[in-house]
Antibody
């Protein structure tokens, strides 16, 4: 079945970077995009951007421009999201999902805690 | 761009129908037929319930339906069941970006 499995929880200090991975299985990875959505504690969903595995193109939400990099590696069917210059308000669950504007399936989520 | 607007909460009794609205603008909901809806139970990842305004993925109950009129999209759940109690989020393509609604908490009384 189509499945996305994300890397484990991370604890980072303010100013550091985090890189989350998302390994896909059950479909042809190169035909789709991987998008990233985050959810702060008790809050709603926030789209961060996407990386298209078929051509490498990316789109980022304006809020994260310059601070985020999303990539895909078709040789390992894995998507990556790196967020730099972390702040306390970046504490959230980060989800990957297949697709560009509708998302199925979703990964299980990766908790990133930013704390000094 | 601002998030899409959803009611914070809705409620209904088992067997009843409820509708959750999602209001945007002509730059998002009104401009594209790319509205999707997600169900999220506590501590779980979101799950796609409706895509492209009114299409149901395989495996999603036909009690869930979606529609759109102008800049407002709607999710209707008929024959409410206890398992439908969850948070629901709308989502729309908006050109080079994607917007989510703030989420609606559904309580089954």
């Amino acid at each position: 079945q189509v499945q996305l499995v994300q890397s484990g929880a991370e604890v980072k200090k303010p100013g550091a970077s985090v890189k989350v991975s998302c390994k896909a299985s059950g479909y042809t990875f190169a035909r789709y995009a991987i998008s990233w959505v985050r959810q702060a504690p008790g809050q709603g969903l926030e789209w961060m951007g996407c990386s298209r595995a078929y051509n490498g193109n990316t789109n980022y939400a304006q809020k994260f421009q310059g601070r985020v990099t999303m990539t895909t590696d078709s040789s390992t069917s894995t998507g990556y999201m790196e967020l730099r210059s972390l702040r306390s308000d970046d504490t959230a669950i980060y989800y990957c999902a297949r697709g560009t504007y509708d998302f199925f399936p979703w990964g299980q989520g990766t908790l990133v805690i930013v704390s000094s | 761009q601002s998030a899409l607007t959803q009611p914070a909460s809705v409620s209904g009794s088992p067997g009843q129908s409820i509708t959750i609205s999602c209001t945007g603008t002509s730059s998002d909901i009104g401009g594209y037929d790319y509205v999707s809806w997600y169900q999220q139970h506590p501590g779980k990842a979101p799950q796609l319930m409706i895509y492209d305004v009114s299409n149901r993925p395989s495996g999603v109950s036909n009690r869930f339906s979606g529609s759109k009129s102008g800049n407002t999209a709607s999710l209707t759940i008929s024959g409410l069941q206890a398992e439908d109690e969850a948070d629901y989020y709308c989502c729309s393509y908006a050109g080079s970006t994607v917007l989510f609604g703030g989420g609606t908490e559904l309580t089954v009384l």
